[in-house]
């Protein structure tokens, strides 16, 4: 399931990702991801995982068409207690067109303060 957060305002983006997430939720977070780099240009992205979420092909391939638009994100934070995070943020680094942090999760207002820095 993706659940957009809260704190997203403007350009600056949050999603929580748990268990299975469905290609209909990959869409609506990329029409919602699209619509704000057409508004502001650049976004900042703040991503809430507590683990790998399992996804079906339709929603891989959902994700994958928005690797043009990694060049729009300056700043991209993952939050998460998972040590597979670490190694994923440093893959993400070389698609990201910004900065690339992970927090660990007890550090999620810290993480909000840096996305929007």
Do not use: C, Q
Request: proline share 2%.
């Amino acid at each position: 399931m993706i659940r957009r957060l809260d704190e997203s305002s403007g350009n600056v983006l949050g999603w929580e990702v748990t268990g299975k997430v469905t290609e209909e939720e990959v869409r609506t977070l990329s029409e919602e991801f699209k619509a704000a780099i057409a508004e502001h240009g650049k976004v900042r992205v703040l991503v809430r995982m507590r683990r790998i979420p399992r996804m079906g092909l339709g929603a891989w391939v959902e994700d994958f068409k928005l690797t043009p638009y990694a060049k729009d994100v300056e700043r991209y934070a993952i939050v998460s207690d998972s040590n597979l995070f670490e190694w994923t943020s440093k893959i993400a680094e070389a698609f990201i067109g910004g900065e690339v942090r992970r927090f660990e999760d007890s550090r999620y207002d810290e993480a909000w303060r840096w996305v929007r820095s």
